[in-house]
């Protein structure tokens, strides 16, 4: 119970923060344009996992939304964005098999195109790596077939690794065979190329990035939530992650760029953290060297 009042505690705190994040933003884009200059282009990379029969309406708000606010784009082939602009891309890491049944439809009943990160070899399973009281733990995978159903116009696959493990912790040898066999497969079930790759748990580092450049990709994506594309060119592009259960204000405020602050509270937590440690390294080794 405390730990559920905790998460909800940060989440408003989040929210709040956003919030005033996203009026100073808004302020200085209107300023801008008052002076005559274009404010630059932004786009928002969202990812979902598992849409649920019940999430399916809320879904579809969403998707509205995201029709309202922004200029959906592919992941696949990101179009030269116009200054003052807003641009979104939708993607769903883990390949669900509820995804292609309640979040497919909604997608191509309003064009807006996304992508898929699987793995080729968990198609039909479990996703048993989830915690045992995540509910998509119990949620089955897309099956081969259910993938190469998908209408390709609109929908592409991206890999999600083979088995989705924390490739850091995986020694050179099996990280890369994680990263290229998972490639071939794809491409090899879907006859289309996969030029996409999504990071597990959102865990990388930039040896991971430089075997994802070796293996071919075209670009890869992590889960920090920052505006992507900023550079056309943009290799290692961050995503927010979303859920059909947001509340409305919350996804609102992701879409439109209000989150990217957190990588910045991210980088100070972890400074505030290690100050003390730090701080008692230098005293040992100081006591070290009197003795």
Known sequence: ?????????????????????????????LALSTFGK???????VVYYHAVRDEERQAFAGQ???????????????VVPMLPDRRYSAVTFDDGFENTIRNAVPELTKRGIPATIFAMPDLLGECASWWP????????????AERLQQLPAELISVGSHTLTHPRLPSLAEGNARRELSESRIKLEQLLARPVKTFSFPYGDFNAQLVEWCRDT????VFTTLPVIAFSDPEEFAVGRVSVEPT?????????????????????????????????GKGRDLQASLARK
């Open 1 to 29: 119970m405390a730990r559920s009042a905790y998460s909800k505690f940060r989440r408003v705190l989040s929210l709040f923060v956003s919030l005033a994040f996203y009026t100073i933003d808004s302020g200085w884009r």
């Open 38 to 44: 274009k404010p630059r282009p932004t786009c928002v």
């Open 63 to 77: 998707m509205d939304l995201i029709r309202r606010l922004t200029e959906p784009i592919s992941v696949d082939r």
């Open 132 to 143: 045992e009281s995540a509910p998509e733990r119990c949620e089955r995978l897309a099956s």
């Open 216 to 219: 071919g990709y075209e670009r």
């Open 246 to 278: 947001d509340w409305p204000l919350e996804f609102r405020l992701k879409l439109l760029g209000a989150y990217r602050w957190l990588p910045l509270a991210y980088k100070l937590k972890r400074t505030l953290l290690s100050a003390p440690a730090a």
